[in-house]
C-alpha cells in the first residue's frame, strides 16, 4: 500500500510498520494512544477495488475526514475511495461517481 504522507520520529521510528509503529513495552511520551486518536482513515482503492492501494489520510475529526475523503474522490475519479472510522466504512465513493 502506498502511503501519501508519512510522518516520521526524529529517532527514525516512523520507517516501521504503520499498523504498529512501536514494538511491545516501547510507547515513548503516550505516542501509541496518540495515533489511536486518529480514528477516521480515508483510503483509495485499486482498479478493481480489492485491496486499499493507498492511506490519503487520517484524522481525528470528522470534520477534516469527510473534507479529505471528498479531496480523495475529486483527485481519483477512477478509483473508489472509502472513508471509515475504527473500521466500520462510513462512506464509500464509486470508481467513476464524479
Keep these: ?45 485499486d482498479a478493481g477495488a480489492t485491496y486499499a492501494e493507498a492511506l490519503v489520510a487520517v484524522a481525528a475529526s470528522p470534520a477534516v475526514a469527510y473534507a479529505a475523503y471528498y479531496a480523495a474522490a475529486r483527485e481519483h475519479p477512477g478509483r473508489d475511495v472509502t472513508l471509515t472510522h475504527k473500521g466500520m466504512i ?9
Excluded: N
Design 90 to 98: 462510513l462512506s464509500h465513493w464509486r470508481a467513476g461517481a464524479i
Design 1 to 45: 500500500m502506498h502511503v501519501a504522507l508519512q510522518l516520521h520520529c526524529g529517532d527514525g521510528r516512523g520507517d516501521r510498520d504503520r499498523d504498529d509503529p512501536w514494538p511491545p513495552g516501547e510507547d515513548p511520551d503516550g505516542a501509541r494512544a496518540e495515533l489511536e486518536d486518529l480514528a477516521y482513515r480515508v483510503e483509495v482503492w
